[in-house]
């Protein structure tokens, strides 16, 4: 559910949507939210700044496509919002964004590819 690498001197954790999200909508699921905990402790404890990034698949939310990009940002916010409130992580250190579908990892023509491209990713710059 979750990949970390070292990006220079940043810290890149990308967390699969498998979980997360389901297609074309912005709640946090229950069974991601473990997971999320754990990931959250470990932002708390890293310092420095945080970039949370929502990333989609082609699958419009709600009933526009002009949604997309307002349902990542919601998205994203829900990630920050829950590292909030479950590790008092300050609001200083966060920046939230949505990238809809601009950044693909895999084919969107494919469940499995969509699955992949909804994700989230916590940029840790410390």
């Known amino acids: 559910l979750a990949a970390v690498e070292k990006v220079g001197d940043q810290i890149l954790i990308s967390l699969s949507a498998a979980n997360?999200?389901?297609s074309g909508y912005a709640e946090l699921q229950?069974?991601?939210?473990?997971t999320l905990r754990n990931v959250g402790e470990s932002v708390a404890r890293a310092g420095g700044q945080v970039?949370?990034?929502?990333?989609t698949d082609n699958i419009p939310i709600a009933f526009s496509d002009d949604l997309i990009q307002l349902g990542l940002?919601?998205?994203s916010a829900a990630v920050a919002d829950f590292f909030f409130t479950t590790n008092d992580l300050d609001g200083e250190r966060v920046s939230v964004f949505g990238y809809a579908d601009t950044k693909?990892?895999?084919?969107n023509d494919s469940p499995a590819g969509r699955a992949q491209n909804r994700r989230i990713e916590i940029l840790i710059d410390g």
């Not at 970039?51 to 990333?55: K, R």
Request: charged share 10%; with cysteine.
């Open 30 to 34: 229950q069974g991601f939210l473990p």
């Open 20 to 22: 997360s999200f389901r």
């Open 51 to 55: 970039q949370v990034s929502g990333h």
């Open 73 to 75: 940002v919601c998205g």
């Open 104 to 107: 693909p990892v895999a084919d």
